[in-house]
């Protein structure tokens, strides 16, 4: 959407990448027991109420345990101002 809204190229083809080269460079990010709790999920989307059950979840539990502080706090800086000038 933002390719054919003018933003920018979506075309990996068009896409100059400068800089140092990252191809091996791993930060090794984990948290186990979310990754648990999101395997537990996963296999509850494949359920008739999957959907529910899904939504409920990220939308719901993820969303307000954990994500809502960081969004703010994101919004704050430098990069929510971007976003907010992009979004009007």
């Known amino acids: 959407m933002a390719h054919e ?7 990996m083809k068009e896409i100059d990448i400068a800089g140092a080269d990252i191809e091996e460079l791993r930060f090794k990010f984990t ?3 979310r990754l648990r709790e999101a ?6 989307e494949n359920s008739p109420f999957g959907g529910l059950i ?8 993820w969303y307000l345990a954990f994500s809502e502080e960081r969004i ?10 971007v976003f907010e000038k ?3």
Not at 5 to 11: A, F, H, P, Y
Not at 39 to 44: H, I, N, S
């Open 5 to 11: 809204s003018g933003l920018g190229t979506g075309d």
């Open 31 to 33: 948290n186990y027991r």
């Open 39 to 44: 395997a537990r999920v996963r296999k509850l």
């Open 54 to 61: 899904s939504t409920l979840y990220y939308d719901w539990y």
């Open 72 to 81: 703010k706090k994101a919004m704050r800086g430098e990069w929510g101002k």
């Open 86 to 88: 992009y979004r009007r």
